[in-house]
């Protein structure tokens, strides 16, 4: 038996708006687990806080719908033994274990309550068939439903950045870092076909933000929502997955599109663009880091782009050469989304059905390709 992720995300920065502090909430998080354990542990995050974080009355309870658990069996989380715990800004820290039995393809559901006014800014927000959440007003950890009136969902997730679970010696996790389009759906369809194989017990965990650079950050509360730059996210995310084999690192288009000029928005400057051989070097440090965790490296190719807003020959030029340099690289395999996913014709755009309509994130039927291409290339 071991310590294995079963789920997780990124921690990254949450849009900063007027009603960025909440208070008097209860936020559930259901997740899937592809494999069973009997026991778990809790992971949460303020790294990209700025003022400490308490939570109250943390739960996790089968799940028998999408706002309901089973409350026979639910556990109360403590942390060194308490029933609260506050998170200072910068600090992760994980709870204490708890018995707690679940089985494969089982809904586990993370329940926290927030009851003073609180800034919510460690977050991500992530979309896909697995990924939802909810908030409600008031005390609910151990409500089996949550008020209808009371209640809405959501797809940003605060503080729980991961849950481990003490699992069979089979089991295992695979990472998958990125962007935007890690952070949508092919995640988790990648664990919807763990899941459909009997024999099975991988764990998909998601390590992406949307906008996500490898070599730049935004400092400006414009899109300080983009996240942060690979030095400061790769190792940290990596580092704290428990039981991982592998990682698969989609990420690079956006160091390649964002720059257009201080002529056209005042924080996205020209002198932001990398030169291929820069980009191709921070996927490097990438690779590097990874492997002293002594993690199998998986590239996978950057997307077409025809048709972007920000479009332009030299930045698909930019594309080709960094793709050539991945698809030749020495890593322990590429996974060629492009090829998987670009059309017949110009070879440039996405081929008919597998474009999202913004030209630049794929769509659903795409996702699905994504997902078996990457299994199939990691040979799991």
């Known amino acids: 038996m071991k310590w294995v992720t079963v789920w997780g995300n990124a921690t990254s920065v949450a849009e900063h708006r007027p009603e960025t502090y909440a208070k008097d909430i209860t936020l559930r998080y259901p997740v899937k687990c592809a494999f069973g354990g009997e026991k778990m542990r809790l992971h949460f995050s303020n790294f990209c806080g ?26 109360l989380i403590t942390f060194g033994g308490r029933e609260w715990v506050t998170i200072q800004p910068g600090e992760e820290l994980f709870s204490d274990e708890v018995d707690f039995r679940i089985k494969r393809g089982g809904v586990m559901s993370v329940s926290f309550y927030i009851r003073d006014f609180t800034l919510m800014r460690s977050a991500v927000v992530i979309t896909g068939p697995l990924s939802k959440g909810f908030f409600s007003v008031g005390n609910h950890t151990l409500s089996p439903v949550l008020p209808l009136e009371y209640t809405r969902s959501t797809s940003t997730f605060y503080f729980l950045t991961g849950i481990d ?11 998958t870092y990125g962007d935007s389009i890690t952070a949508q759906s092919f995640p988790d369809y990648m664990t919807e076909e763990c899941l459909a194989d009997a024999y099975n017990r991988t764990a998909i965990v998601r390590r992406a933000a949307s906008g996500t650079r490898v070599l730049r950050e935004y400092t400006c509360i414009t899109y300080e929502s983009y996240g942060l730059s690979g030095e400061h996210r790769f190792r940290r995310e990596i580092s ?7 990682v698969l690192i989609q990420q690079g288009i956006n160091d390649i599109i964002h720059p257009v000029g201080t002529e056209v928005n005042p924080f996205r400057p020209m002198s932001d663009l990398p030169s291929v051989d820069e980009l191709c070097a921070g996927l490097q440090s990438y690779i590097d880091i990874a492997r002293e965790y002594n993690l199998r490296v998986y590239l996978g190719t950057l997307l077409p782009i025809k048709g972007w807003r920000t479009y332009a020959p030299f930045r698909e030029e930019m594309r080709r050469k960094v793709n050539e340099w991945i698809r030749t690289t020495s890593v322990d395999g590429v996974i060629d989304f492009d090829r ?3 059309s017949d014709g110009d070879g440039l755009s996405f081929a008919e059905g597998d474009d999202s309509g913004d030209h630049l994130h794929p769509s659903e039927k795409a996702y699905m390709i994504m997902a078996h291409e990457a299994l199939k290339g990691m040979g799991i």
Do not use: F, M, Q, W
């Open 50 to 75: 700025k003022e400490p974080v308490t939570l109250e009355s943390v739960t996790v309870a089968t799940a028998v719908g999408d706002r309901e658990i089973n409350p026979k069996g639910a556990r």
């Open 165 to 175: 679970l003490y699992a069979a010696d089979e089991c295992s996790a695979v990472i």
């Open 240 to 246: 704290t997955v428990s039981g991982a084999h592998s």
């Open 340 to 342: 998987a996913l670009r």
